[in-house]
């Protein structure tokens, strides 16, 4: 299979590195020349626990030297997919498989402008990443990829794709319901990211203090309040639970919102805890906890 990842950071270089050590055929298109260079000179270097390991995937800057593809796989921030999209129409052709493990939410419509929604598959990853210097990051975590149509019933093709990320060594599960997958990971986030970012601790901080555990709760009930005028209902205490065991999981983690303001970098907010506001206009929710997190993180961006 002809694979491209648009976007080649932290996580598209893990999956694309990953991915070029199977049979098919794999390319890494970035807008980042030193990244691109990096790669194409002197190889991908990935920092996993038991020790550094290189690999040598192909990487472009102009997608039209790559071609139509068979699976696109989109590793850009969510406030810049569809724009990725629309820089990287030279690689869809009208089978093309474009598949999202992005976080955040909205980045389906973002690529449903761009290609059939029926040629989408959306899901989550626990796999962390982060960028270390060009052609450097570090495999920071494990976990299981979901992934699923957004609105198709092919099963042999999506196990097709499931069996080339396992091959790649990215233990996968095929889902029938992949909404649900996309706004459990958007209601986590929705409960640490901003929590995090604001008061510039570790997610493991958020359950030690009565106060920030009040407010992770609010912000999520706020949320599964949405999701469920949205079409997707969660138990709202087991979600809450959900949320404050993986903010004790990955006590020592910073999340990325909060590696991203340290960083004076834009964060993924409008998609996190901003779409749960705009979400909840649309369907007369108010949601005012996540209200006030998405003006504080947006002013924190805005801070010199
Ligand atoms: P990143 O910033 O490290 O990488 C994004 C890359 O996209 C950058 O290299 C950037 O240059 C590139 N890019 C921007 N515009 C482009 C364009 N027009 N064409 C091609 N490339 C372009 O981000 P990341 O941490 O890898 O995160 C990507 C997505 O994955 C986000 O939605 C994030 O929330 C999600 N995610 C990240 C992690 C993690 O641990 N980093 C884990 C799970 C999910």
């Known amino acids: 299979m002809k694979i491209a990842i648009i976007g080649a950071g932290a996580m598209g270089s893990l999956y694309g590195g990953y991915l070029s050590r199977t049979e098919e055929e794999v390319y890494l298109v970035d807008i980042w020349k030193e990244q691109v260079d990096e790669i194409n000179s002197h190889g991908l270097s990935i920092q996993e626990k038991e020790g550094e390991i290189l690999l040598h995937p192909k990487a472009f800057m102009n997608p039209e030297e790559i071609g139509t593809v068979d699976l696109a796989i ?7 997919t569809s724009i990725a ?11 093309t498989i474009v598949m999202s493990l992005q976080n955040g939410y909205g980045n389906i419509d973002q690529i449903a ?10 899901g989550t990853t626990a796999h962390g990443a982060s960028l270390l210097s060009p052609g450097h990051i570090r495999h920071a975590g494990s976990g299981d990829t979901h992934i699923g149509w957004v609105s198709n019933d092919d099963e042999g093709r999506i196990n097709e794709i499931a069996g080339i990320l396992r091959r790649a060594g990215f233990a996968t599960e095929v889902s029938a319901n992949v909404m649900e997958l996309v706004w459990s990971k958007l209601i986590v986030n929705v409960g640490i990211n901003a929590l995090t970012a604001v008061l510039r601790v570790k997610n493991g901080e958020l359950i030690r203090m009565d106060e920030t555990k009040d407010l992770m709760r609010m912000a999520v009930l706020e949320a599964v309040e949405v999701a469920f005028a949205a079409g997707v209902k969660f ?14 999981a990955t006590g020592e983690n910073s ?43 947006r002013a ?4 010199p």
């Open 74 to 80: 989109v590793f850009v921030k969510s406030f810049l």
């Open 85 to 95: 999209m629309e820089k990287n129409v030279a690689l869809l052709g009208p089978d």
């Open 113 to 122: 402008e761009h290609v059939k929604r029926s040629n989408i598959i959306a």
């Open 235 to 248: 138990d709202a205490e087991k979600m809450v639970r959900k949320v404050m065991g993986i903010a004790f």
């Open 255 to 297: 999340s990325s919102m909060l590696q991203d303001i340290l960083n004076k970098r834009k964060t993924e907010i409008d998609a996190i805890n901003g779409a749960i506001v705009e979400e909840g206009v649309k369907h007369s929710i108010g949601t005012p906890v996540n209200s006030v997190l998405t003006k504080l993180v």
């Open 300 to 303: 924190l961006e805005k801070r």
